[in-house]
């Protein structure tokens, strides 16, 4: 029983004592840190993803540098991808954010690995992947998803005023910023790709979104957020998840320079 509880000890001491770190060898996804110099009425952001897909596993990595007019921000839209079609439960959720200039910008909140690295939720618990902010092209972000994988992948219209999606947008640019600075570990049940989605809108709109267990299993996020009345439509959900899963418009476009416009449905 003494070795027993010196063993324990001593692993609950290591973990414990693991910090989080920007400098691993990352796997080319997770490279760069995106990062946003922010004023009042714009936004420039630095690395940018842009990788060029033609596989799941196969790509060209590109980045970008651009500004954003925070004037011209109008629309976010909640991005739903649910890991099996038998469970909805596991699932990765983001935001994609829409301006009147038809510019397009993804967020999504990922577990940074490192090369060799697979993400299962149980290592999520155990200090294994730092957190990172993924600041990336539709087609990249949203693209690798609903093109070239076998997941089905939602993009839901939400219903906000501009000047509450440009506050979340800017939340979440500083948090990008934060991580550059202060890394953080991701967790799979407390700082996952959800919960920060959560705690960004509670800071915009306080108590607007509270816990649960559909929060925990971010595959329901689509119908906590439906019946918070956060998506736009009038359609029912199980008519809202049809009418809003993109896969078919996403492989048929995605070589398309105008990929954002047509898997909303949109004319140019």
Request: glycine share 4%; aromatic share 12%; hydrophobic share 40%.
């Amino acid at each position: 029983m003494i070795v027993l509880f010196v063993g324990t000890t001593a692993v609950l001491w290591a973990w414990t004592a693991l910090t989080p770190s920007n400098n691993r060898p990352w796997v080319p996804q997770h490279t760069r840190l995106a990062w946003a110099e922010i004023t009042d009425s714009s936004a420039r952001i630095n690395d940018i993803r842009n990788f060029s897909f033609i596989a799941a596993d196969r790509f060209t990595p590109a980045y970008y540098d651009t500004s954003f007019d925070l004037r011209k921000i109008a629309t976010a839209w909640f991005v739903v991808v649910p890991f099996s079609k038998r469970w909805r439960g596991p699932a990765h959720t983001f935001v994609s954010f829409g301006f009147t200039d038809s510019q397009f910008v993804s967020i999504s909140v990922e577990a940074r690995r490192e090369q060799g690295e697979i993400y299962t939720p149980l290592q999520g618990l155990l200090k294994r992947f730092e957190l990172i902010y993924v600041v990336g092209d539709e087609r990249d972000v949203i693209g690798q998803r609903a093109a070239f994988s076998t997941e089905e992948v939602y993009l839901y219209p939400i219903r906000a005023s501009p000047e509450r999606v440009r506050e979340v947008f800017i939340e979440m640019l500083r948090r990008a910023n934060q991580l550059r600075v202060t890394p953080e570990f991701y967790n799979t049940l407390t700082n996952n790709c959800t919960s920060n989605l959560v705690r960004h809108v509670n800071e915009v709109v306080p108590g607007k979104v509270s816990g649960g267990i559909k929060i925990m299993l971010p595959g329901y996020a689509d119908e906590v957020a439906k019946n918070l009345g956060l998506i736009d439509t009038e359609l029912d959900l199980a008519q809202a998840r049809e009418r809003f899963r993109i896969n078919d418009r996403a492989r048929r476009f995605i070589r398309d320079p105008l990929f954002s416009l047509r898997i909303r449905g949109a004319s140019p």
